[in-house]
């Protein structure tokens, strides 16, 4: 148990909808980060967090938003959905915000299955 | 970012070491090797880190090359357990903001 948790752990929904995931990070951990993981996509690096500012962003897309509160927990947002946006989306934490060093390592939660019909 | 390459599969016997490679040949000198693995689908899991010294944990080794253009990662007991597909990913900080660029990874089966 990485101590990260993710909700819910299986979603399904129809194309056009919208869906809300949300991330716990370990306690004392300022960054979160999201990544998704398709069939012909690898995972990839969507966005990072720290301390509830914007930090770092990857190949994601419009469509797609996220935002870390206060408790620093973070959601990320999927609209306007399509077949393609299937996927399994993971959350991980760190304590840093990328100096690097122990400080830094990303630990990541079970992930969320979001299957679009 | 500097680009890893790994062999797309391996075996290895039950009880005996697992030696997994990994290529970075355009590493620069203030990245980190970091080695995570993910069994089935879920999350991935961290196994070590180093910079330039060969790092030893409860879960495995990792010895760098002198020129830091290779890496292996040893599990010294691979049990079936290990299976899992490995990834080996060299990871850039500061402006980059730490994030780590997954490949396609090395799928290790554990057989008895």
């Known amino acids: 148990d990485s101590g990260v948790t993710q909700t819910p752990k299986h979603l399904i929904t129809a194309t056009g909808q919208r869906v809300t995931l949300r991330c716990s990070p370990r306690s004392g951990d300022l960054s979160v980060y999201w990544y998704q993981q398709s069939l012909d996509q690898g995972l990839q690096f969507l966005i990072q967090?720290?301390?509830?500012?914007?930090?770092a962003k990857g190949n994601i897309l419009e469509r797609f938003s996220a935002q870390q509160f206060p408790d620093l927990h973070s959601e990320l947002n999927l609209s306007s959905l399509e077949l393609g946006d299937s996927a399994l989306y993971f959350c991980a934490s760190s304590f840093q915000q990328g100096q690097g060093g122990n400080t830094d390592t990303q630990y990541f939660g079970p992930g969320t299955r979001l299957t679009v019909l | 970012d500097a680009k890893t390459t790994q062999p797309p599969s391996m075996d290895c016997a039950e009880g005996r070491a697992a030696n997994l490679p990994c290529n970075h040949s355009?590493?620069?000198?203030?990245?980190?090797v970091y080695w995570y693995r993910q069994i089935h689908s879920q999350g991935p899991q961290y196994i070590i880190h180093?910079?330039?010294n060969n790092e030893t944990n409860e879960m495995a080794s990792l010895i760098i090359t002198e020129d830091r253009k290779s890496s292996t990662l040893i599990l010294p007991h691979a049990t079936l357990r290990d299976t899992a597909v490995y990834y080996c990913i060299v990871r850039a900080f500061y402006n980059q903001g730490g994030k780590l660029i997954f490949g396609q990874g090395t799928e290790l089966s554990v057989k008895p």
């Open positions: 355009t590493i620069s000198g203030n990245e980190y």
């Open positions: 180093g910079l330039k």
């Open positions: 967090y720290y301390n509830g500012e914007e930090r």
